[in-house]
């Protein structure tokens, strides 16, 4: 449990909305932690390769301003919409793509919130199972990053995260 504005490392998840632009819950506290200069880079970002926002699935990486991150990698996650939608690969393909932009940038640390449990709907202990699989299998075939951290601000998302780590 924790606020993941504070993490010192390489790279902050944003569990942004597709513009990109700020909003509520963790990408809001991101924004106004981080300062201008997130905003100003997501705006280029709107204006330039992303005009049409970032897809669900999908993530881009950017400064970190005032964050003690060195860079905020920003992802989608899916609506829930029943589970039969895609939303499962999507959700894995979030956590994939954050963990080799982390990589390809030669950071060692990662922090993630829980991807889509918000306003998005996705049932935790289900978001649950699909971040630890997807987690465990990049570590298993990557050197980078060495460090991922799971940082909650709920105790809903902290206790469903704790509950799926647990072996079966």
């Known amino acids: 449990m924790g606020d993941i504005t504070h993490f010192e490392g390489g790279a902050i998840v944003n569990a942004a909305n597709s513009g990109l632009l ?4 963790v990408d ?3 924004h106004r932690a981080g300062g201008p200069a997130i905003l100003a880079e997501c705006r280029a970002l709107r204006a330039g390769a992303l005009a049409a926002g ?6 881009v990486s950017t400064a970190a301003g005032k964050l003690r ?3 905020v990698i920003h992802t989608v996650g899916p609506i829930w919409e029943g589970g039969e939608r895609g939303e499962p690969a999507l959700l894995a393909s979030c ?3 954050c963990l080799g932009l982390a990589a390809a940038e030669g ?3 990662v922090a993630f919130p829980a991807i889509s449990t918000g306003v998005y709907g996705y ?3 289900a978001a649950a199972r699909v971040a630890y699989a997807a987690i465990a ?3 298993r075939d990557n050197e980078h990053p060495r460090s991922v951290s799971l940082i909650f601000f709920t105790k809903g998302d902290a206790h469903a995260f704790l509950e799926a780590a647990q072996p079966r």
């Open 123 to 125: 049932p935790r202990e």
């Open 107 to 109: 950071l060692d640390s």
């Open 22 to 25: 700020g909003g509520g819950g």
């Open 95 to 97: 956590y994939r793509k």
């Open 54 to 59: 970032l897809p669900a699935g999908e993530a």
């Open 69 to 71: 991150a060195v860079r």
């Open 137 to 139: 299998s990049f570590l």
């Open 28 to 30: 809001g506290a991101i």
